[in-house]
């Protein structure tokens, strides 16, 4: 029951959250990532620095249990997924997580990204074992594995640099980048895409 | 009205922290798959079985790790797949305290508009395409923008890194083939 309450806030939360930067809207998106606006990367580079220094931070005063870590698995598909979603996200503007909170915002075009979703999602079921068979979901460099090795995690480091004090380092580089970023990279500069979204 | 990038940026990665700190990193594309596993075992009751030692399905994916995901598909009230729909009643929320979505927006976003022009029918065609290729993607990769790129890279986890330059490097080619009109 509490995993459920749980459940409920922080979803809320996050679709909030994701809601009000910005990121629900494809306009937002599209101009992030034709490199017209870049607010909205800087708003997701700072906040993967704040909950990265957060959590280790907190792993290091004994207030985050390492044991919440879950880390994915390398592999050459997670390049060719990437390669795949990125396209997909360009397009439609819309990418898993922020797909469903437009919808709950009330665009009817973020339907029809869920149903082609739940499609595509059903065709990788389906041909699985096909990519399975090809080699390309086996671990590369070890798996489950992090930059830095982190004390008591059950993952292993690619090196043995302390994974704590690596993570505050890098989390503090992404928010450092954060600042760093210019407002553009493309297009005229005080043109359209400065205009706030809607 | 979008939140300036440094209260935002503070407040998204304040609900990562949360995440990791109550219960574990956010992840969503997951949820995709077991809401398909869902319709399709009410369809073929057969689809997820239970066995000694859990849960097991005719399907290798559904299958796979233990049975990890049938056991989601058997068990629709788990952490994971309530914390996405959760998600949408946060999109709704926040929206309507802003005063709502316009019209136009709600059929089709302002820079497609200026791109494509107003057919609806082709901007949901192009979504439901962009669907379809981007859960298929997240799945092959494992996890999403939000599993990989953002739980993944502040974990420090090296597939994070993988994912995130795989999805940057086709991401932005495509937008700026895409949207040359700004809007």
């Known amino acids: 029951m509490t995993s459920i309450i749980l459940a409920i806030v922080l979803g809320v939360a996050f679709g909030f959250v994701l809601d009000r930067i910005g990121a629900t809207n494809p306009t937002v998106i599209g101009r992030m990532l034709n490199l017209t606006n870049l607010s909205l990367a800087k708003t997701i580079v700072l906040a993967i620095g704040v909950g990265s220094v957060l959590m280790f931070g907190g792993q290091m ?25 990125g396209a997909g996200w360009a397009l439609a503007g819309f990418c898993p997580g922020t797909g469903v909170v437009a919808a709950g915002s009330g665009r009817k075009d973020a339907l029809f990204f869920i149903a082609g979703g739940l499609l595509g999602a059903a065709a990788y079921m389906v041909t699985y074992p096909s990519w399975k068979a090809s080699g390309l979901l086996d671990s590369i460099a070890g798996g489950k594995v992090t930059l830095g090795t982190v004390p008591g995690s059950k993952f292993e480091g690619i090196t043995a640099l302390p994974g704590d004090i690596l993570g505050i380092v890098l989390g503090l580089g992404f928010i450092v980048l954060a600042f760093a970023l210019p407002d553009r990279l493309a297009g005229q500069p005080g043109g359209a895409a400065r205009q706030p979204a809607e | 009205m979008t939140l300036n990038w440094k209260i935002g940026g503070l407040l998204l990665g304040l609900v990562f922290f949360a995440a990791v700190l109550l219960v574990k990193p956010i992840g969503v594309s997951t949820q995709f798959v077991i809401l398909d596993g869902i319709v399709a075992d009410m369809v073929n009751p057969d689809l997820v079985t239970q066995t000694d030692e859990g849960y097991t399905s005719t399907n290798a994916y559904l299958a796979k790790s233990k049975g990890k995901y049938a056991k989601s598909v058997a068990n629709p009230l788990n952490y994971s797949f309530i914390f996405v729909i959760a998600m949408v009643v946060g999109g709704f929320v926040s929206v309507m305290m802003r005063g709502g979505l316009d019209k136009a927006e709600r059929t089709m976003p302002a820079l497609w508009r200026a791109n494509f022009g107003d057919s609806a029918a082709k901007r949901n065609l192009a979504t439901f395409v962009g669907g379809f290729i981007v859960l298929y993607g997240a799945r092959l990769a494992g996890g999403c923008t939000s599993g990989h790129m953002m739980s993944g890279m502040m974990q420090t986890s090296l597939s994070g890194y993988i994912f995130a330059l795989g999805a940057f490097a086709a991401a932005v080619p495509v937008a700026m083939m895409l949207y040359k009109k700004e809007a």
Request: glycine residues 20%; aromatic residues 8%; hydrophobic residues 60%.
């Open chain 1, 61 to 85: 005063l004994g207030l985050v249990s390492v044991g919440h870590m879950s880390v994915k698995a390398a592999y050459i598909g997670v390049f060719i997924g990437g390669l795949m979603l």
